[in-house]
């Protein structure tokens, strides 16, 4: 499915609405129910994967654990990067209560286009950290828009309330049949990429 932005995948404290209630409901999963494979963060949108039963979910998050699920996401940051493509090999830092975990964190990226204001990046995250890929934009001073977590103390005035991060595309093999999905962008993704003059081959 291509999710939007502001819904969890599933229920928390924070979240009364949420992908797996929704869809347990419905048609869909009539005679079974759904089963989260992978994540994405509640403020990310696009592509995103939900097993209809017990079998699939199990081979799904093989995959996804043994790296074999390929991701790409576009996001729109601030600034110009300095590097047109390349590799961030970070040490990401999270709490779990008061014990620090330091986590390794790889992710290939691509400028697409970029301005002085500007850049659209493709990212291809090769670790699965909890929001690696925002942090590792804020962590070179060029946080996502629309970011309300890690941004610089003037970056959000009132341009967007959406986070500009989708997951563009996710590909994976199963029995030597190549499986390939793409979410369009959304409409307030497209109108930020013309206010801020960025081109986007793909985009529809």
């Not at 977590?149 to 003037?154: F, H, Q």
């Not at 970056?155 to 967007?160: A, F, L, M, R, T």
Request: a positive charge.
């Amino acid at each position: 499915m291509n999710k939007s932005s502001g819904i969890s995948v599933q229920g928390g404290t924070k979240s009364k609405k949420n992908l797996v209630d929704i869809f347990a409901k419905s048609q869909i999963f009539q005679n079974t129910k759904p089963y989260s494979v992978h994540r994405l963060d509640k403020d990310t949108s696009g592509v995103f994967i939900l097993a209809k039963k017990r079998e699939s979910a199990q081979l799904l998050t093989s995959l996804f654990r043994l790296r074999k699920v390929h991701k790409t996401y576009l996001a729109i940051c601030h600034g110009e990067l300095e590097k047109n493509s390349g590799e961030w090999n970070n040490d990401l830092i999270r709490f779990d209560g008061k014990k620090k975990i330091i986590e390794k964190a790889r992710t290939l990226f691509k400028v697409i286009d970029k301005n002085s204001q500007a850049s659209l990046v493709e990212l291809k995250p090769i670790t699965g950290r909890k929001h690696q890929l925002r942090k590792q934009l804020y962590a070179i001073g060029q946080p996502i828009f629309g970011d309300i977590k890690y941004k610089l103390s003037n970056s959000n005035k009132g341009i967007n309330k959406n986070l500009m991060l989708h997951s563009y595309q996710i590909r994976f093999m199963i029995n030597d049949t190549k499986h390939t999905y793409t979410a369009l962008l959304p409409e307030y993704f497209k109108k930020l990429l013309k206010t801020k003059r960025l081109n986007f081959l793909d985009l529809k």
